[in-house]
């Protein structure tokens, strides 16, 4: 079965950080790109940053609410993507998806594989 394994949120306070990890299988890492979307209650789930090639070589997508705080970088011989956020904030609340996704657009209509996701709570 395939899976996409998250690890790394939880609680912490504004201007805090958090590093969010996946890890797959070799197959998923060679056959899609990788994204992190996120999904904040009552909204809906957007794309929070992405690849748009296989192994993560290209410039990421990052949507403009985290640009220049949130960092996805991919480590191909580990099958992991992270996703390191800086200078959280309250808004940055929500559950947090890992995605393998044919390769182009960063969005859902694309995404292959969801992961379980994992839960980032920013306090004020």
């Known amino acids: 079965q395939v899976r996409l394994s998250e690890s790394g949120g939880g609680s912490v306070q504004a201007g805090g950080s958090l590093r969010l990890s996946c890890t797959a299988s070799k197959f998923v890492f060679s056959t899609y790109c990788m994204a992190w979307f996120r999904q904040a209650p009552g909204k809906e789930r957007e794309g929070a940053a992405g690849?748009?090639?296989?192994?993560?070589?290209?410039?990421?997508y990052y949507a403009d609410s985290v640009k220049g705080r949130f960092t996805i970088s991919q480590d191909n011989a580990m099958n992991t993507v992270y996703l390191q956020m800086n200078n959280l904030k309250p808004e940055d609340t929500a559950m947090y998806y890992c995605?393998?996704?044919?390769?182009?657009?960063?969005?859902?209509?694309?995404?292959?594989?969801w992961g379980q996701g994992t839960q980032v709570t920013v306090s004020s």
């Open positions: 690849f748009s090639f296989i192994g993560g070589g290209d410039v990421p």
């Open positions: 995605a393998a996704l044919f390769c182009g657009t960063v969005a859902e209509r694309n995404v292959k594989l």
